[in-house]
């Protein structure tokens, strides 16, 4: 639970800047997708449209990556488990949704293995120095695919998002479209 409201808080969600990854796993129950190419795996989420790019061909992660929201992936197989190793987040993004912080040297590895047919597990490491004394599991999740189900579009809209934040920071509701009270008669 929040422990402010959201109009009062930092949470970069609450004010549109991309969630970044592995945050984006979890966000509300959303739905994600893998869409596999020849070179690369494509990961879409249903929470901002986003997408993240995880290079299964021979490239490598640059050694001084621009950082980005999704970071720089790569991906190969250790047997039935897609290994992915990334690094070059920027550091704006949270962990989680409870705000755990992260530098851009945090290097994730994920590890993805189909346990049954409808059933994805995926654990999590995170290695970041700058932050944290040593490395940490952030645990094993497991999705369901449900099939046929849509991607649906929840985009976060700038203005829809200033709204909600107004309605929050003053719930006795005044707009700024309305006209002001006069307090001398």
Not at 17 to 42: H, M
């Amino acid at each position: 639970p929040r422990a402010v409201v959201p109009a009062l808080g930092n949470d970069p969600m609450a004010h549109c800047d991309p969630l970044g990854y592995p945050r984006n796993l979890w966000v509300a129950g959303r739905s994600f997708e893998f869409i596999q190419s020849p070179n690369k795996i494509v990961q879409t989420f249903e929470w901002s449209r986003a997408f993240r790019e995880v290079w299964t061909s021979s490239q490598r992660i640059p050694e001084d990556p621009d950082p980005r929201w999704y970071g720089w992936g790569v991906g190969k197989w250790d047997g039935d488990t897609l290994v992915v190793d990334s690094k070059g987040y920027d550091d704006r993004t949270w962990i989680d949704d409870l705000g755990d912080p992260h530098s851009a040297q945090m290097i994730l590895q994920e590890r993805w293995t189909r346990v049954d047919h409808n059933t994805m597990k995926v654990s999590l490491k995170v290695d970041d120095p700058t932050m944290y004394k040593k490395p940490f599991s952030l645990g094993e999740y497991y999705f369901r695919w449900v099939p046929n189900q849509k991607i649906a579009e929840w985009l976060c809209v700038p203005s829809e998002v200033q709204k909600y934040l107004r309605e929050q920071a003053d719930p006795a509701g005044s707009t700024e479209n309305e006209a002001p009270q006069s307090l001398g008669g």
